[in-house]
């Protein structure tokens, strides 16, 4: 009976990690980097590595965003518009009223439409993603007329510092999207409004029964969301010093694939945040890696539209099971 218990027991933790998902994404990170090292040049320097942590954070900051939706089985469309809506309404404003102004008026527009999107999905019952891509939508034309076709550029010294940056020689935009991945983290893993995300990921009417605050709950995520998109924004504008009506169209496609490559369940209610940071510096890593194999901007999309449906398609049939 004794050797039975400490078999179990042995076989707990092996269980665990198999089951893991997040520790899978960083296993394959780390094999796709030592596959980088090994067969293409110059992955095995400080330099590159700072760089590929530095450019995966402004993927990393709306994909965490992201992940908060997906886990109460919602989706946001609108994080590319919201990228460029703050980047282009910032340099827009810090051009005639001065850099914080320009900060404090973009993250206030991007909020708003978090909290349309939130509106919209609770309280008129649209689903997630015929809302956020009608305010996506929406947003790229409001900036068309706002900026009528001519997005203006700003060298913002907070955001350019924040940018480019870096604290004992690791960048500064890195430290900021790990302290939001840490925050993200308490919020979904060890606070009340996490449970509720979990809740609602896990079946919207068992939780309603179950006295869960779906309308609450979706402002947070949503809110939160659009708030992190406009910070990947700003971030970027920091970066390159210029706006564009079309800066954010990347980070739409990409910040789910962080999400479900990180392991978490695109029907939601399964994952864990830390996941996410793997998917990202993954997706990074990947796209780099064909970029030094001079593979086109075609075929790398290609390869990421087949990884995503392979794995939608291993969680669907998992879901059934």
Same mark, same amino acid.
């Given at each position: 009976?004794?050797?039975?218990?400490?078999?179990?027991?042995?076989?707990?933790?092996?269980?665990?990690?198999?089951?893991?998902?997040?520790?899978?994404?960083? !296993?394959?990170?780390?094999?796709?980097?030592? =596959?980088?090292?090994?067969? =293409?040049?110059?992955?095995?320097?400080?330099?590159?590595?700072?760089?590929?942590?530095?450019?995966?954070?402004?993927?990393?900051?709306?994909?965490?965003?992201?992940t908060l939706v997906i886990m109460m089985s919602g989706i946001d469309l609108s994080v590319s518009g919201v990228v460029a809506l703050s980047a282009v309404v910032c340099a827009?404003?810090?051009? /005639?009223?001065?850099?914080?102004?320009?900060?404090?008026?973009?993250?206030?527009?991007?909020?708003?439409?978090?909290?349309?999107?939130?509106?919209?999905?609770?309280?008129?019952?649209?689903?997630?993603? $015929?809302?956020?891509?009608?305010?996506?939508?929406?947003?790229? !034309?409001?900036?068309?007329?706002?900026?009528?076709?001519?997005?203006?550029?700003?060298?913002?010294?907070?955001?350019?510092?924040?940018?480019?940056?870096? $604290?004992?020689?690791?960048?500064? =935009?890195?430290?900021?999207w790990l302290g939001i991945t840490a925050a993200a983290a308490w919020l979904l893993h060890a606070s009340r409004a996490g449970r509720w995300v979990f809740a609602l990921g896990?079946?919207?009417?068992?939780?309603?029964?179950?006295?869960?605050?779906?309308?609450? %709950?979706?402002?947070?995520?949503?809110?939160?969301?659009?708030?992190?998109?406009?910070?990947?924004?700003?971030?970027?504008?920091?970066?390159?010093?210029?706006?564009?009506?079309?800066?954010?169209?990347?980070?739409?496609?990409?910040?789910?694939?962080?999400?479900?490559?990180?392991?978490?369940?695109?029907?939601? /209610?399964?994952?864990?945040?830390?996941? %996410? $940071?793997?998917?990202?510096?993954?997706?990074?890593?990947?796209?780099?890696?064909?970029? =030094?194999?001079?593979?086109?901007?075609g075929v790398r999309q290609i390869v990421l539209g087949l990884l995503i449906i392979a794995l939608l398609l291993a969680y669907a049939r998992e879901r059934r099971s």
């Amino acid at each position: 009976m004794a050797a039975l218990s400490r078999t179990a027991g042995a076989r707990r933790p092996a269980a665990a990690l198999r089951d893991n998902r997040a520790a899978w994404a960083f !296993g394959v990170l780390i094999v796709t980097w030592i =596959a980088a090292v090994l067969f =293409a040049k110059g992955f095995d320097s400080v330099s590159s590595v700072r760089y590929l942590v530095q450019t995966a954070a402004f993927l990393g900051i709306v994909a965490v965003g992201q992940t908060l939706v997906i886990m109460m089985s919602g989706i946001d469309l609108s994080v590319s518009g919201v990228v460029a809506l703050s980047a282009v309404v910032c340099a827009q404003v810090a051009s /005639g009223s001065g850099g914080p102004a320009g900060v404090a008026v973009a993250l206030l527009a991007s909020l708003l439409v978090g909290l349309a999107n939130a509106a919209g999905v609770t309280w008129l019952r649209v689903p997630p993603m $015929v809302m956020t891509l009608a305010t996506g939508t929406i947003v790229a !034309g409001a900036l068309l007329v706002y900026t009528n076709g001519s997005p203006k550029s700003a060298k913002v010294p907070m955001l350019a510092s924040l940018a480019n940056d870096r $604290v004992v020689g690791v960048p500064l =935009a890195f430290v900021l999207w790990l302290g939001i991945t840490a925050a993200a983290a308490w919020l979904l893993h060890a606070s009340r409004a996490g449970r509720w995300v979990f809740a609602l990921g896990n079946g919207e009417r068992a939780s309603r029964a179950s006295g869960v605050p779906l309308a609450r %709950t979706a402002f947070i995520a949503y809110g939160a969301c659009a708030l992190l998109a406009g910070v990947s924004g700003l971030v970027l504008l920091g970066f390159t010093s210029t706006s564009s009506l079309t800066m954010g169209n990347p980070y739409q496609l990409l910040s789910i694939a962080s999400v479900v490559l990180g392991g978490t369940s695109i029907l939601g /209610g399964r994952g864990h945040v830390l996941g %996410t $940071v793997a998917g990202a510096l993954l997706l990074t890593l990947l796209t780099a890696l064909l970029a =030094a194999w001079n593979v086109s901007e075609g075929v790398r999309q290609i390869v990421l539209g087949l990884l995503i449906i392979a794995l939608l398609l291993a969680y669907a049939r998992e879901r059934r099971s």
